[in-house]
C-alpha cells in the first residue's frame, strides 16, 4: 500500500512540473519565454490558461493528501520513546551474582 501510493506521489510530482512548465508566463521579467502575443505559446487563449491552472489546483490538492497520507502511515510503524532515552542502555540489576573467579589457583 505505501509503496503504490509513494508511485502515485512521484507521479503527481512529475505532473505538476509539467503542467507549470506549460503555462504561459505573465510576468515576463527578462523579456523571454511566452511573454510576447501572436501565437507563440505551445497553448494559448484564455480558455487554455483556466484550464491549465484548475489542472495545477487539482494536482496540487492531491499531492497535499498523499504527503498526509503518506506522512501518517510512516508514523504509524515506528513506536513512541523519548528523545532521551533512545540511546540509553538500561542499568544493570544482576546483583545477587558473585563475580566470576578462577578454576586454577595462582601459584608463584
Known amino acids: 500500500m505505501q509503496e503504490v501510493l509513494l508511485v ?3 507521479m503527481l510530482a512529475i505532473a505538476i512540473v509539467i503542467v507549470v512548465l ?3 508566463s505573465e510576468g515576463g521579467a ?3 519565454g511566452g511573454g510576447g502575443g501572436g501565437g507563440g505559446g505551445f497553448i494559448t487563449g ?3 490558461s483556466n484550464l491549465l491552472s484548475r489542472t495545477t489546483a487539482i494536482l496540487a490538492g492531491a499531492f497535499m493528501v498523499t ?3 503518506l506522512t501518517i502511515l510512516a ?3 515506528t513506536e513512541s520513546t523519548p528523545f532521551l532515552d533512545q ?3 538500561p542499568p544493570a540489576t544482576n546483583q545477587d551474582t558473585e563475580p566470576a ?3 586454577v589457583p595462582l601459584s608463584n
Do not use: E, K, M
Open 101 to 103: 573467579r578462577p578454576s
Open 22 to 24: 506549460l503555462q504561459r
Open 75 to 77: 508514523g504509524s510503524h
Open 30 to 32: 527578462l523579456g523571454i
Open 8 to 10: 502515485v506521489h512521484l
Open 67 to 69: 504527503s498526509l497520507v
Open 87 to 89: 540511546g540509553a542502555t
Open 46 to 48: 484564455r480558455s487554455a
